[in-house]
């Protein structure tokens, strides 16, 4: 399938430390890639690379076939880049619809007027038409309200009945459901998830995986960090794994999870040669911790 996004030798020094060691990464339109490795492999790094948080040192990011290495992370935004983080982020104090609705700010087009770019005056104007309210302005509000609703109704009871709640009063889960949510709104070509599970029981996780796999099943192209792996090899197309900023491993989840460079990364040398045989009665796929 034609790669959506395309890395090739991305890299990322902080000092002598190598986060991210000329990485080379596909994922193609429809697809969903998992990207694992133990803590430090340099999986969120490379997320803030790819999405304009961070510069690399090295290499480039193509998106849609476009160099986009060193946009903005508003620019990419623009061009359908969507993600969630690995410590949730919210707007505490606004509802769960407007923390939503924030999310779909690339994509207002009557309140932000062309005024030839002349500094200040295309602020002034936005704000004057968001007070004022012309009709289109309220059409374009309406619509956008509509999408998020039904954005927030794929969480069903988690999320349906407290639109109106500030997202301060949630529980962490409902609280990394809607930065999901908010990621959604912006109706993105490409959506990263960083580790969209943390902090959840074994029944929210549950919840999310089937969350995860409705978008897939609608189209929907996704990047994923996550740490339990049971959740990765249920859902992805293909699994790429980091270890020291380095990728040792890509392939169909299977043939990653029995991959001996894998296993060692995660568990040590000493279970390479069980891997392989030496030891009978070792479980080859649960072997690699969640």
Partial sequence: MPSLLEITGLTRRFGGLTAVDAVDLQVGAGELVSVIGPNGAGKTTLFNLVTGLDRPDGGTVQFEGQDVTGWSA????????????????????????????????????????????????????????????????????????????????????????????????????????????????????LLLLDEPTAGMNESETAEMLEIIRALKTRGQTILLIEHKLDLVMQLSDRVVVLDNGRKIAEGLPDAVRNDPAVIEAYLGHRHVGEVKGETEGETKPEAVPA
Avoid: C, W
């Fill in 74 to 189: 508003e620019k990419l935004a623009g061009r359908g880049l969507a993600r969630t983080f690995q410590h949730g982020r919210v707007f505490a104090n606004l509802s769960v619809l407007d923390n939503v609705l924030v999310g779909a700010h690339t994509r207002l087009r009557a309140v932000r007027p062309r005024m030839g770019g002349v500094p200040g005056i295309a602020a002034l104007a936005e704000l004057a038409l968001a007070l004022v309210q012309p009709p289109h302005v309220t059409r374009e509000e309406a619509k956008l309200r509509d999408e998020a609703l039904a954005i927030i109704a794929l969480f069903g009871e988690r999320l349906a009945p407290r639109i109106d709640h500030p997202a301060y009063s949630l529980s962490y889960a409902n609280r990394r459901r809607v930065e999901i949510a908010r990621a959604l709104a912006l109706q993105p070509r």
